[in-house]
C-alpha cells in the first residue's frame, strides 16, 4: 500500500503561482511514477503532469507545458507541482497518484488506469 497526501492548494489571483506537494508513505519503493490529474467542476478529470520516479523523465499535459513544472524528493519520496503564470481555467481538484506499474512508453502514464493510489485532492482556485 502507498499512501498519499497532498497539500498547498489555496486561493491565487490570475497570472500568480501556487506550489502543491504529494508526500507518500508506505510501500513507496515500488512507486514506478507519479503523477497529478486534475478536475474542474462538471468535467472529466484530466492529466496534468507525471514524474518517473528512478529516471525523473518529466512529462506534461499540452495545457500546462512551459508553465507547471513537476519534480521529486527521492529522499522525502515527495512529488511536487509548481504552477506558474495561472489562469481562471486552472481552477480544480488537484490529485496526486502513484503508479506501480512500469511500462516503457512513458505515454501509459498519461492514464488513469496506470495508477493504483490516490490522495485526497487538493482545492485551486484561480480568480481572474
Known amino acids: 500500500q502507498v499512501r498519499l497526501v497532498e497539500s498547498g492548494g489555496g486561493l491565487v489571483q490570475s497570472g500568480g503561482s501556487l506550489r502543491l506537494s504529494c508526500a507518500a508513505s508506505?510501500?513507496?519503493?515500488?512507486?514506478?511514477?507519479m503523477g497529478w490529474f486534475r478536475q474542474a467542476p462538471g468535467k472529466a478529470r484530466e492529466f496534468v503532469a507525471t514524474?518517473?520516479?528512478?529516471?525523473?523523465?518529466?512529462y506534461y499535459a499540452d495545457s500546462t507545458t512551459g508553465r507547471f513544472t513537476i519534480s521529486r524528493d527521492n529522499a522525502k519520496s515527495t512529488v511536487y507541482l509548481q504552477m506558474d503564470s495561472l489562469k481562471p481555467e486552472d481552477t480544480a481538484v488537484y490529485s496526486c497518484?502513484?503508479?506501480?506499474?512500469?511500462?516503457?512508453?512513458?505515454?501509459?502514464?498519461?492514464?488513469?488506469?496506470?495508477?493504483?493510489?490516490w490522495g485526497q485532492g487538493t482545492q485551486v482556485t484561480v480568480s481572474s
Open positions: 497518484a502513484a503508479s506501480t506499474l512500469t511500462y516503457k512508453e512513458s505515454a501509459y502514464y498519461h492514464a488513469e488506469r496506470t495508477y493504483n493510489y
Open positions: 508506505g510501500r513507496t519503493f515500488t512507486t514506478a511514477a
Open positions: 514524474i518517473l520516479w528512478r529516471s525523473g523523465s518529466a
